[in-house]
Structure formats: structure tokens, C-alpha cells
């Protein structure tokens, strides 16, 4: 009778296990949507094992509830970091950055954005500006930019929602690096 809870429990740790391995192996899709209009909207959605589950929808600005404000007590820090730890740590923030970002893909991207800047000529030499870079760099089949100027009211308004790709465990890597160059020993 014990041998057998045994061996059920051993049988529950092991596919919890594998359910974990294949979630930080599998590709996660992250869908970010931000817009403006006729409110402002910011949605996150994620999609484990490739986008083959039912999407989770991770934050939702119009469901957000009114944070309510608990008192707390100030607690004494046990330790303050050293001034020479912090200057490490933010000189290798800019290489885990790139790390990281290496490693998620760009499914899509989609920009459509109303911009003025108030004066018509300003709008017009950003505007003139941005098509120039717009031009000159080649299109992707996965990214959609549309911006329109708007010469007669200083406005920034729009939808930008990029789809995103990324396998959790190759984040390790980085992230160990990281720790070890800014709190590995002889630094």
C-alpha cells in the first residue's frame, strides 16, 4: 500500500517535471498590443508550446483593478550594496540586454501611428525624416509601418502590436553570465 503512494507520488514529481522541461523547451509566443485610441490599452498575451495552447492573456490594462494601498511598515535593508557592485552590475546591464534580445524573435510587427508635432515644419522634417529611413532600410514581409503627420495639432496616436518569439532556456546562458561578471569572485 505504501510502495504504491510511493510510486504514484514519484509518478505525479516526475510529470510535473516533464511538464516543466517542456515548457522552458518549447518556443513561447508573446503578443504585445498597445493603443491609443479611443482609450489607452496596453494587452500581453503568451502562448506556450509554440502557440499550439489557447492563448494566456498575461496583462490587460482596461481589466486592471484599482490597486488598493496597504500600509506597510519601512523594514531596515540587512545590507546595502556597495557603491563598486552597483557600477558593475549596471556596466553589464547593456550586454545581457543584447544577450537576451538575440535570442526572441521578430514574428511581426505592425505600426499605425498619427504624428504631429504641433508646428507644421517640425512635423514635416520628422515626417520627411522618417521616410527617408523608411526607404532606405529593406522591408520585411513581417513588419508593417504606417504613419501619418498631422500638421495641425501636436498628437501621438496609434496601434503598435509586435508579436514576439523566444525559447525560455536560452536564457540561461545570459543571465549566468551575467551574474558571474558582475558578482563572480575577483570582480
Known amino acids: 500500500m505504501i510502495a504504491g503512494l510511493l510510486w504514484a507520488l ?15 523547451v518549447t518556443p513561447v509566443r508573446l503578443r504585445c498590443v498597445f493603443s491609443s ?4 490599452r496596453a494587452i500581453v498575451v503568451v502562448r506556450l508550446f509554440a ?22 511598515e519601512p523594514t531596515r535593508p540587512s545590507r546595502t550594496p556597495r557603491p563598486r557592485t552597483i ?17 526572441v524573435r521578430l514574428r511581426q510587427l505592425t505600426v499605425d501611428a498619427d504624428l504631429g508635432l504641433g508646428d507644421p515644419a517640425d512635423t514635416g522634417q520628422l515626417f520627411g525624416l522618417f521616410q527617408a ?20 495639432q501636436l498628437r501621438l496616436a496609434g496601434r503598435l502590436s509586435a508579436d514576439l518569439s523566444f525559447i525560455p532556456v536560452t536564457f540561461v546562458s545570459p543571465v549566468i553570465r551575467f551574474a558571474w561578471r558582475s558578482f563572480g569572485p575577483g570582480r
Do not use: H, M, N
Request: include cysteine.
Open 10 to 24: 514519484l509518478a505525479i514529481l516526475l510529470l510535473i517535471l516533464a511538464g516543466i522541461v517542456a515548457v522552458t
Open 37 to 40: 485610441e479611443p482609450q489607452a
Open 51 to 72: 502557440g499550439l495552447i489557447p492563448p494566456l492573456r498575461l496583462f490587460d490594462s482596461a481589466r486592471r483593478e484599482a490597486k488598493r494601498a496597504v500600509r506597510r
Open 87 to 103: 557600477s558593475r552590475v549596471l556596466r553589464e546591464v547593456p550586454t545581457l540586454l543584447a544577450d537576451l534580445l538575440t535570442r
Open 133 to 152: 529611413v523608411r526607404y532606405a532600410c529593406p522591408a520585411a514581409p513581417r513588419v508593417a509601418v504606417q504613419v501619418r503627420p498631422d500638421f495641425e
